[in-house]
Each structure stands twice: as C-alpha cells, then as structure tokens.
C-alpha cells in the first residue's frame, strides 16, 4: 500500500506538487485540537481524539484513489467522514474517566467537520445494527458504505495500525494515561458494537431531561477539531499571543478629554460626567470583579465606549496578575457603521504599541459581512485563506463585530461561525446598544449568556442608555439604582415633546417650514425610506414645486435606499458638519438612532418604540450645549385603511407596550412634555410591559433545540414544525427582498465588470472564492436589500444561478439612482419598505 496522505496540493495544470502524510495531519490537528479546548480543562481530551481520528477513513485506498486521481468512486466509498465518526467514538469510549456524554460528541463533531451541525435524532439513526440497523435510502447508503469501508481497511490492517502509531509518536500533547488506539478491535466487531451504543445514549440524552451542558462541550469540541483542522491543512503557523500594555485606555481618554476641553461650563459638565463614570466603573469592578455579568447604563454621550474599554484593561490585567490566561475581548454592536467608529477608537487607543501596525491581525480585527479579508505577518501580506482564517476565528486580541456574528457563534449550528466557539471561552464580551436585540429573543439571551458565563468562565458586559429586561443577574458598573437615576436626572439636555394627534404629511412639512430657525440643526428621522424620501424631495424643491430654506446648511438624506459606500461617506461627513455645528436639516430613518456620534439641536421623530425615542434622543444636544435640545415625537396619519408605519416596521410587542406607555403620559389633549430626566422612569415602564407581554415560547423552543442538540433538519425534512436551533435568526427572513447591485458610478460598472468576468465565470471553485473575497469589501459597498418587484420595476437584471440581482449602469439617470437618495421608489414600491 503506498504512503497514505490526508491532502494534495495541486497546480492550474491539476499536477500534485504537494502532499502531506496522513499521520502527520492527525498527530497537528490532534495536538492542535487539545491546546484549543485545554481552556475547558474536561474537554481538551475528547478534542484530542476528535483531532487524532477525524480523517481515519482516510486511510481506504477508495479515498486514496481518489486523492491522487481525482476520480470518484460510484459508490461514494471515498467517502470518510462518517467511518472516522464511528471510530472516533470507539476510541473516546475507552478513554478511563472520559465524561460520559463525550464519546456521542465526539462522533458528532467528526461526522458534521465537513459540514453544519445536524440533528441528533437523525444522526443516531431509527435502530441499533443488533435489530436490523437504521431504515430508510440515506442509512443503507451509509452502512453499505461502511461495510466496504471496514472490508478494505481489514484487508491493509497492518498498514493502518503502523500510521496511527505514527501519529501518536508525532503527538505535541500527553495522551490520557492507560490508553492507546486499538485499531484491530475496531475493525473486528467495535464498530458495530460503538454504532448500537451511541444509538443508545443518544436516544437516552433525548428522553432525558434537558441540561445545556452537552450543547456547550459539543461546540467546544466541535469548534476545536474544525478550526484546527481548516489552520493546519492551509499550512497556517500559529503565533504568540502579543503584550499589550494595561494602561492604553486610560492614557487615550485622558488625552481625549484634554482635547475635548473647553472654555464652556457645558462641556467641562460634560467631561466631568464622563470622568465620574469612568471612576465609577473602575470602583465598581474593583469590588465586583468576581462577577460574571455587568450592565453599564448611561445617558448617551457621557463615555460608555471608553468606560466599557477601561474595565476590560482592568480585567485582562486582573488575569496576567493572577497568572491566568489573558482573556480577549469581543466588542459586538448591532451596525456595521458603529463597528467600524469603534474599531477607529481601537486603533487611536493601541497604535503606538510595539508590533501593532506591522502585525495589526494580531491585536485587532473587525469582522462583518463588508470587512476586507487581508492580514499582514511581520509587514507580509498573508494569502486570501489564510488572512479568511485568522478574521473567521477571531485570533485577535480585541474582535470588533456584529451581533449576528456573535449570536451566529453562541446560538449556531454553521461551520464557518462555530469553528471560533473556543475562542469565547474565558472572553470579556461587550454587548453595546443591547437594546437592539428583537424583545422576543430576549429569554433565550439571557439563558444562553449567564449558562456561558458560568461554564465558559466568560465576562459580559451588556451596555446602553435604555436596559432591557433581559433576565439576566448582573453588577450594574454605573453604582446602585440611586447613582444611576442621578446620571440621568444629572444630564438635562432635552426635552421630548410627544404628541399623539395624527399629522398629515403636508401639515407636518408646512409645522416644520413655520418652525425652522436657519441657524439651528436639525434631524428628521421617519419609519419608513417612503415617507423620508417624500420629505426629503419636499424640502430639495425637487416634487410638488420648490420650497426655499433660509440659512447656508445643507438638506442632507440618509437611509438603507443609499448603498452603503455612500451611506458610510454620508455618516462621515455628517459626523464632520456636526462637529463644526453646521446648521443641516438630516431627513433618515432609523440607521440614524443607535451609536452614531452626530450632534443636532433639534429632532423630529415620527412616532416609534420608546426604546427607539429614547435612542435619537441621543442624538440631540448630545454634548450639553447652552440652548436646551427638543425631541418632537409626531404621529403620521396612515393611508386610509393601512396600519401606522409603526406597527407595520417595529414587532407589535413593542408598538402596544409603547401605546400603552404614552397614554398614561399624555393629557387630554394627548400631548405631553418629558424631560431627559424622567426617560428612565419612562424606559422602565416600556420595558416592563414588553416583558410582560412577551410569552416565552420561541426562545424557549431554541433553548431546548439547543440542549436536545437539535441543530438543523434537512430540506426534505418532514418535521417542519420541529424546533431546530436554525431558526434562531436576529433579522427576519424577507423572502420578497433580493440584493441588488447598483452601477451607480464609474467605479461601481468596472467592479461589476470585474465580477462578471473573474468571479461569475470562473471555473475553478477556490480560484473563484479567493478572487471575490479580495475585491468583496468595495464590491458591496453597492449592494442594498429591495423588494424584488420594486427591482423588476427599475429594469434589474436577474441572476438565478447566484441568487443576485444588478441594476445596469445608470450613469446620471437620477430618476433611478441618486447619489443623494439612493434608488428611486419604483412604480411597484412596497409601503412598508424600510
């Protein structure tokens, strides 16, 4: 038999140039696997043997054919994941003191490392071997499979039990004392007699009563065995884990608030109230640093980002004082566009450390959908899949993400988002603008996150103006419930003037026109991109006639209808005009609320979630200016027979808790006045009544999925109504919505151009892959999520083979895409589009 190999590297020309040992592969994935889990100190050996059996199939000569011809076997008996399932499950079983639900997850994680995560009910299958074995096309496929498999291994017996002898010898960690691989008693009857027993104790764990335990030391194995397995089969070298020093955030905000000084009482309050906060927080974790979970609730702009920062420093220097591992931290918000203000604070923060920007990959990475996949080792750009590697597994000291990203992690069942699980463990995770999570979910959230703080030895901290009720037991960092009713009551700046009187779109524009002082800024911010976009064209003199404005300020737009290359200039220049208190008007929807450091003296808001009024609040006299800041809260009247904009946008939980919240406020003449420091008395109200209106049943549906390792269900499924833990999903699936590209430059036509040509053409899968991931990040600055009829309306192109749709160059067409506006409405526009 010749020398048995785990991959082949090929050229263009399909030629091997390359090849790596199979006994070599499975003693690094092992030894890597078993370093990777070694936080979660029970775990780190059920991971050693995942890594050491997980390409055991490998060794048929079915596979081996195939690895050096590329010809597959018509049987599928090249196949290997399931056999090396089998026998990672026979070894993890005689391992003495394994814990005893190990050896089923050990199977699982094997069987699934080529995929996502699947059911356990399915993957056990309907009977054991000794009565006649699973039914059904899919499980005859596969034991016949394994049947010719364990035939041909028998038949090279010696071969087998030679390589992995090879690969224990290679081993780089201690194997568990009184155990070696037995590879012949495999081959003989231990299959079978592994098979029947994970039929049994998988269908024990079903019947048994739900413990989360299982779910948490599956991901832990699962997202060690793949992440290990991905790194080393690239070549990937790992790297020390680099120095920072423990007081980089405390010089950066000292030098912030030096800079920030001023002549004004208004901004030395403001500095002060900063400071305050900040002293707080650090008193605070000096005392409770024991704790698991912290909330941090503070009035906007009174230095949450930096506060939050400082007490991750503290922590991280806790654990190198106490010689414990050095936790990294996970900053997750629920916009890319904050992302990307937070990671600028990072790198002011740490820019001036040693190795940071030869080796930035190291220390900081920021990871969504529009991040650019590039690392540098040493001031050398890393290959595509590598740098993909090291941004998908979170390697950094500091990750900058998103929330999908983080719950894709923890509440997941994909491949790509698991392999970085490890990474969490013994992590600081700041959850900014927590608010922001769907109410729904916010049972299973508070489930999830205190079960992985108490395992995982996770620190979390949950940050924002308005707490939800997220159930939840934390250390509130900002002092007791009277410190920080006082931070409030404190920081005056605006009052929120409510009226509950519906307004017809033309006496709203003609009460704004009256009003409008040419010297002050203002924000205009509505439900939906048809109602901005009607009033924005209003106040441009561009539909219905020509409205002047007095003053130089400019009428700004903002919104999802603008791609996001042009929304994120637009934020960018509008955070400058801000700073330089230019009197704009910004008309937008809601991309405006949350995290966005821009400054107006005066918002109009259309009727929304209190959550939602308190965060644009935010965005209001932000800095304590001389001249009182006011919220006006309006209510548009609907199109006759349609809901309101916001019941039809925002969950009805939310709408009904807020309609209930504001009646109680208003007079009879339903207006009211609220001043800044009565918000968290109204918040407190809002979100009692979401809470008590929100009925556990869909997170409790994906809490027990998750502990009856029920994580997906195939597309031919039959138990549709069967919870999974794939239905977990922080934004809705819009099936109507398609992504479409828009040619609206120069710029945009060569990127399309470029995609058409380089990556849709390609026949080579990873050729493919590797060459869009290079150009992804400026490729979808163009793309934005519209109702496909609107697109069809517009003259966009369909691609059904990608899923994709474009919109042909449109070069100064404004009547179907403006560089102000964004996409035109269409004659088909959807009323509710957002």
Same mark, same amino acid.
């Given at each position: 038999?010749?020398?048995?190999?785990?991959?082949?590297?090929r050229?263009e020309?399909?030629k091997?140039?390359?090849?790596?040992?199979l006994?070599?592969?499975?003693?690094?994935?092992?030894?890597?696997?078993?370093?990777?889990?070694?936080v979660?100190?029970?775990?780190k050996?059920?991971?050693?043997?995942?890594?050491?059996?997980?390409?055991?199939?490998?060794?048929?000569?079915?596979?081996?054919?195939?690895?050096?011809t590329?010809?597959?076997?018509?049987?599928?008996?090249q196949?290997?994941?399931?056999i090396?399932?089998?026998?990672?499950?026979f070894?993890?079983?005689?391992?003495?003191?394994m814990n005893?639900?190990?050896?089923?997850?050990v199977?699982l994680?094997i069987?699934?490392?080529?995929?996502?995560?699947g059911?356990?009910?399915?993957d056990?299958?309907?009977?054991p071997?000794s009565?006649?074995?699973?039914?059904?096309?899919?499980?005859?496929?596969?034991?016949?499979?394994?049947?010719?498999?364990?035939?041909?291994l028998?038949?090279?017996?010696?071969?087998?039990?030679?390589?992995m002898?090879?690969?224990?010898t290679?081993?780089?960690?201690?194997?568990?004392?009184g155990?070696?691989?037995?590879?012949?008693?495999?081959?003989?009857?231990g299959?079978r007699?592994t098979?029947d027993r994970?039929f049994?104790?998988?269908?024990s764990?079903?019947?048994g009563r739900?413990?989360?335990?299982?779910?948490?030391?599956?991901?832990?194995i699962?997202s060690?065995?793949?992440?290990?397995?991905?790194?080393?089969?690239?070549g990937?070298?790992?790297f020390?884990?680099?120095?920072?020093?423990?007081?980089?955030v405390?010089?950066?905000?000292?030098?912030?608030?030096?800079?920030?000084?001023?002549?004004?009482?208004?901004?030395?309050?403001?500095?002060?109230v900063?400071?305050?906060l900040n002293?707080r927080a650090?008193?605070?974790?000096?005392?409770?640093?024991?704790?698991?979970?912290?909330?941090l609730?503070?009035?906007?702009?009174?230095?949450?980002?930096?506060?939050?920062?400082t007490?991750?420093?503290?922590?991280?220097?806790?654990?190198?004082?106490?010689?414990?591992?050095?936790?990294?931290v996970?900053?997750?918000?629920?916009?890319?566009?904050?992302?990307d203000?937070?990671?600028?604070?990072?790198?002011?923060?740490?820019?001036?450390?040693?190795?940071?920007?030869?080796?930035?990959?190291?220390?900081?990475?920021?990871h969504?959908?529009l991040s650019?996949?590039?690392?540098?080792?040493?001031?050398? $750009?890393?290959? &595509? !899949?590598?740098? *993909?590697?090291?941004?998908?597994?979170?390697? %950094?000291e500091?990750? #900058?993400?998103?929330? =999908?990203?983080?719950?894709?992690?923890?509440i997941?069942?994909r491949?790509?988002?698991?392999?970085?699980?490890?990474?969490?463990?013994?992590?600081?995770?700041i959850?900014?603008e927590?608010?922001?999570?769907p109410?729904?979910?916010w049972?299973l959230v508070?489930?999830?996150?205190a079960?992985?703080?108490?395992?995982?030895?996770?620190?979390?901290i949950?940050?924002?103006?308005?707490?939800?009720e997220?159930?939840?037991?934390?250390v509130?960092?900002?002092?007791?419930?009277?410190d920080?009713?006082?931070?409030?009551?404190?920081?005056d700046?605006?009052?929120?003037?409510?009226?509950?009187?519906?307004?017809t779109? $033309?006496?709203? &524009? !003609?009460?704004? *026109?009256?009003?409008?002082?040419?010297?002050? %800024?203002?924000?205009? #911010?509505f439900?939906? =991109?048809?109602?901005?976009?009607d009033?924005y064209?209003?106040l441009?003199?561009l539909?219905e006639?020509?409205m002047?404005?007095?003053?130089?300020?400019?009428?700004?737009?903002l919104?999802?209808?603008v791609?996001?290359?042009?929304?994120?200039?637009?934020?960018?220049?509008?955070?400058?005009?801000?700073?330089?208190?230019?009197p704009?008007?910004?008309?937008?929807?809601?991309?405006?609320?949350?995290?966005?450091?821009?400054?107006?003296?005066?918002?109009y808001r259309?009727?929304a979630?209190?959550?939602?009024l308190?965060?644009?609040?935010?965005?209001?006299?932000?800095?304590?200016?001389s001249?009182?800041?006011?919220?006006?809260?309006?209510?548009l009247e609907?199109?006759?027979?349609?809901?309101?904009?916001?019941?039809?946008?925002?969950?009805?939980?939310?709408?009904?808790?807020t309609m209930?919240?504001?009646?109680?406020r208003?007079?009879?003449?339903?207006?009211?006045?609220?001043p800044?420091s009565?918000?968290?008395?109204?918040?407190r109200?809002y979100f009692?009544?979401?809470?008590?209106?929100e009925?556990?049943?869909g997170?409790?549906?994906?809490?027990?999925?998750?502990q009856r390792?029920h994580?997906?269900?195939p597309k031919?499924?039959?138990?549709?109504?069967h919870?999974?833990?794939?239905?977990f999903?922080?934004?809705?699936?819009?099936?109507?919505?398609?992504?479409?590209?828009v040619?609206?430059?120069?710029?945009?036509?060569?990127?399309w151009?470029?995609?058409?040509?380089?990556v849709l053409?390609?026949?080579?899968?990873?050729k493919r892959?590797?060459?869009?991931?290079?150009?992804?990040?400026?490729?979808?600055?163009?793309?934005?999520?519209?109702?496909?009829?609107?697109?069809r309306?517009?003259?966009?192109?369909?691609?059904?083979?990608?899923?994709?749709?474009?919109?042909?160059y449109?070069?100064s067409?404004?009547?179907?895409?403006d560089p102000e506006?964004?996409?035109a409405?269409?004659?088909?526009?959807i009323?509710?589009?957002?």
């Open positions: 038999m010749p020398e048995l190999w785990s991959h082949a590297r050229d020309q399909n091997i140039i390359d090849h790596t040992r006994a070599c592969h499975l003693s690094d994935v092992a030894s890597a696997a078993f370093e990777a889990a070694s979660y100190d029970t775990v050996w059920a991971a050693m043997v995942a890594g050491l059996c997980h390409d055991f199939g490998k060794m048929t000569t079915y596979f081996q054919h195939y690895l050096r590329l010809e597959v076997d018509p049987h599928q008996y196949r290997h994941a399931y090396s399932a089998l026998y990672g499950a070894e993890a079983y005689r391992i003495p003191d005893p639900s190990d050896p089923l997850l199977y994680a069987k699934h490392h080529h995929g996502n995560l059911n356990l009910q399915r056990v299958g309907s009977s071997l009565q006649g074995g699973p039914s059904g096309d899919e499980w005859v496929a596969r034991m016949d499979q394994v049947h010719h498999q364990i035939t041909d028998s038949e090279h017996r010696a071969e087998i039990i030679s390589e002898a090879n690969a224990i290679l081993l780089s960690c201690p194997l568990p004392k155990w070696n691989p037995k590879v012949e008693e495999f081959l003989s009857e299959w007699a098979f994970l049994f104790e998988g269908r764990h079903l019947r739900p413990n989360p335990i299982a779910y948490v030391r599956l991901l832990t699962f060690a065995l793949i992440d290990s397995d991905k790194r080393k089969a690239a990937l070298q790992s020390e884990r680099p120095e920072i020093p423990g007081n980089m405390a010089a950066h905000a000292a030098t912030i608030t030096g800079k920030q000084a001023s002549h004004t009482k208004s901004n030395e309050y403001m500095d002060q900063r400071r305050d002293q650090i008193d605070r974790i000096r005392r409770y640093g024991e704790a698991n979970v912290f909330t609730t503070a009035p906007t702009g009174s230095g949450k980002t930096l506060t939050a920062l007490v991750a420093e503290m922590l991280r220097e806790s654990a190198k004082d106490k010689g414990q591992r050095v936790p990294r996970i900053y997750a918000l629920p916009f890319t566009s904050i992302v203000q937070t990671v600028d604070i990072l790198k002011q923060i740490y820019k001036n450390v040693p190795g940071f920007c030869t080796n930035q990959h190291r220390y900081l990475a920021s969504h959908h650019p996949v590039q690392a540098t080792d040493e001031g050398r $750009e890393l290959p &595509i !899949d590598e740098a *993909l590697l090291l941004l998908e597994g979170w390697d %950094s500091f990750v #900058v993400t998103t929330f =999908i990203q983080l719950f894709d992690t923890v997941g069942y491949n790509a988002a698991l392999k970085r699980f490890h990474r969490m463990e013994n992590a600081i995770i959850l900014d927590v608010q922001s999570l109410a729904e979910w049972p508070g489930d999830v996150l079960y992985l703080s108490e395992q995982c030895a996770i620190k979390i949950l940050m924002t103006a308005t707490q939800p997220i159930p939840i037991k934390a509130e960092l900002a002092g007791e419930p009277n920080v009713a006082a931070l409030f009551s404190g920081l700046r605006v009052d929120m003037r409510i009226d509950m009187n519906g307004i779109m $033309e006496d709203f &524009i !003609d009460n704004f *026109l009256r009003n409008h002082d040419p010297s002050r %800024s203002y924000m205009l #911010v439900n939906t =991109i048809r109602a901005s976009l009033v064209q209003r441009t003199g539909h006639g020509t002047k404005l007095g003053g130089q300020g400019a009428i700004r737009y919104s999802s209808n791609v996001p290359g042009d929304r994120r200039e637009r934020v960018s220049d509008l955070k400058k005009a801000s700073e330089e208190r230019q704009n008007i910004i008309v937008c929807t809601q991309v405006i609320e949350a995290g966005v450091d821009i400054d107006v003296d005066v918002i259309e009727l979630p209190v959550d939602s308190v965060q644009v609040s935010g965005r209001c006299n932000r800095n304590n200016g001249q009182r800041g006011t919220v006006n809260v309006f209510k609907p199109t006759r027979g349609h809901k309101s904009s916001m019941e039809v946008v925002y969950k009805a939980i939310k709408s009904d808790a209930q919240v504001l009646s109680g208003v007079g009879k003449d339903r207006t009211a006045l609220i800044e009565a918000f968290p008395q109204l918040v109200g009692e009544r979401v809470a008590d209106q009925a556990r049943g997170s409790e549906s994906i809490w027990k999925a998750m390792l994580f997906s269900r031919d499924a039959k138990d549709a109504e919870p999974v833990v794939c239905d999903q922080l934004i809705e699936d819009r099936p109507q919505y398609v992504d479409l590209f040619t609206s430059t120069q710029k945009a036509q060569e990127l151009e470029w995609y058409e040509s380089q053409h390609e026949r080579d899968l990873i892959r590797d060459t869009y991931l290079t150009g992804k990040t400026e490729f979808l600055k163009y793309v934005i999520s519209v109702h496909e009829k609107r697109a309306s517009l003259g966009a192109v369909e691609l059904a083979k990608v899923n994709f749709w474009y919109l042909p449109v070069g067409r404004r009547d179907i895409y506006s964004g996409l409405l269409g004659p088909e526009f009323e509710n589009q957002l």
